[in-house]
């Protein structure tokens, strides 16, 4: 099932004193690229998130919001050190007594000293939190999964559309080739006597070479492998997983096949052709880069 590389999706879980919600959306983009934002509480759940996109997502920017709100998070205590203090106090007096200094050691010149030791938030209990970012992880995901693949459906669609247009193309090609050849080798023909002045002398040498420059002018080998190409394309649009890779190889070589043919045939009815052709493979492989 083809996929496109954007979506969006959000999902909410709550718990006895949490809310958990998560959004998750994607733009484009060569390779797989996750970049997780996660409230500091949540943080040490970052490695298993990604490995859960990983395990769904093969191409994309993707960017994922995770918001956590609750009592749970306003429940902080704070604790000291007693231990440390008490040691900062004696190494105090230790120094105040070396140097002979005056004074009284107050609070504020002790927390002047150790305020980030001596006192500390303690983190509250969040044991339910990882739970609740899995379920709004997986209710973002999934959602989110959706979207791309309907928005995938609709650009496999279109392109098949112009699959069609281009395969009706390839068989006006076909049915126009042994009239162009014919022109061609005319022209060839036509050239040479007006270099020789008169008629063409029948010499089997000289028409050997008449026919092989007119086979350089032939499309055969082009359009044979313009239909495999199509044939291609089709089979890996209807594949599971990331194809658009695949696709676009598919397309760069079917471009270089029709600039082939635009240049071994100068019949104004193929140059048409060529050209339209031309326009169907530009506007496939722009939806070609929407597509996972």
Known sequence: M?????????GTASGSSLTVTAELK????RYLDIK?????????LETAVKERLQENVSRGKLELSVDVEGGALKKREISIDW????AYMVKLKAIRSAFDLRGEISLDTLLSQSEDILVEEAQPELTELPDLVGQALDEALEAFLSMRTTEGTALASDIRNRMTAIQAMLKQLTELRPQVMDAYRQRIQDRIASYVDGALPETSRLHQEIALLAEK?????ELIRLESHLDQLAANLEKEGAVGRTCDFILQEMQREVNTIGSKSTASSISIIVVSLKSELEKIKEQVQNIE
């Not at 231990?83 to 008490?86: N, Y």
């Not at 002018?217 to 080998?221: A, F, S």
């Open 83 to 86: 231990e440390l203090a008490e």
């Open 36 to 44: 997780c934002k996660l409230p500091k509480a949540a943080a040490f």
């Open 217 to 221: 002018g032939d499309i055969t080998e």
């Open 2 to 10: 083809t996929k496109s590389m954007t979506g969006y999706g959000r």
């Open 26 to 29: 994607s733009v484009n983009s």
